[in-house]
């Protein structure tokens, strides 16, 4: 997250625990750690390293070896991750025509470098290329 958010940046890594925590929550907004490091392929002992980091930054909460549930910071910081991912993603298919599963994973390197202002600044630039109705 940028500046204007006021949110301290988090690193590649807790941004994709969290972008992971997003994707797996059910209707309770829950998601237990085991499933964290089985999509994320990582040990259980990184998923709670991880879950400590993340909830020293107020991004999630967690009872005692309960379930990890995002708090709205945390909620809104996955989604911004997501929706970078999402907009590289798709610009890396639709435009240039990556290849799928390269456009994947280099959107997942991208997402974590480009700031909120610059994909808002490139998401409208592409608006403006669109032709008008």
């Not at 911004?80 to 290849?99: A, G, K, N, P, T």
């Amino acid at each position: 997250m940028d500046d204007k958010n006021n949110v301290k940046k988090l690193s590649p890594a807790s941004e994709d625990y969290l972008e992971a925590i997003y994707q797996l929550a059910g209707d309770d907004g829950s998601v237990r750690s085991v499933d964290i490091a089985n999509k994320l392929a990582v040990s259980k002992a990184s998923v709670n390293r991880a879950i400590f980091n993340l909830k020293e930054a107020g991004m999630v909460t967690q009872p005692h070896y309960g379930d990890i549930t995002l708090t709205e910071e945390g909620t809104q910081y996955a989604k911004s991750v997501l929706d970078r991912h999402h907009v590289l993603y798709h610009f890396l298919i639709d435009v240039l025509r990556v290849e799928p599963t390269v456009a994947a994973a280099e959107a997942c390197e991208m997402e974590h470098a480009i700031s909120d202002d610059t994909l808002e600044r490139w998401v409208n630039y592409l608006k403006s290329m669109l032709p008008q109705d």
